[in-house]
């Protein structure tokens, strides 16, 4: 079971990036999945999730109207699209595959496997 986070980078403040998380050795169609950030010294805080089928987003209020979540369930493969970055969105991104309802997306907690990351960083 593996995660794999990709296409984070160096970026001009006001610039776009396109991450993605292709998943391998399990079905993300099951799963929900999330997106969260955690910038040196600070926690892993949440930044977006997607019901299992898309038809349902969350994001946090940081990063709203900015961010899109969705994913392609046949290429088994999460995305977050990035517009207007800013600096304070440098940190390492993650992806994560959740399999249990009832949870909040939002806590870090709910979440069965994580992928290793990829950093974005937003120059002033």
């Known amino acids: 079971v593996q995660l794999q986070a990709f296409g984070g980078g160096l970026v001009q403040a006001g610039g776009s990036l396109r991450l993605s998380c292709a998943a391998s050795?399990?079905?993300?169609?099951?799963?929900?999945m999330g997106w969260f950030h955690q910038a040196p010294g600070k926690e892993r805080d949440f930044v977006a999730a997607i019901s299992r089928g898309g038809s349902s987003t969350s994001y946090a209020d940081s990063v709203k109207g900015r961010f899109t979540i969705s994913r392609d369930n046949a290429k088994n493969t999460v995305y977050l699209q990035m517009n207007g970055l800013k600096p304070e969105d440098t940190a390492v991104y993650y992806c994560?595959?959740?399999?249990?309802?009832?949870?909040?997306?939002?806590?870090?907690?709910?979440?069965?496997?994580w992928g290793q990351g990829t950093l974005v960083t937003v120059s002033s």
């Open positions: 994560g595959a959740a399999s249990k309802d009832g949870g909040s997306l939002m806590r870090h907690t709910a979440y069965d496997y």
């Open positions: 050795g399990f079905t993300i169609s099951n799963y929900q």
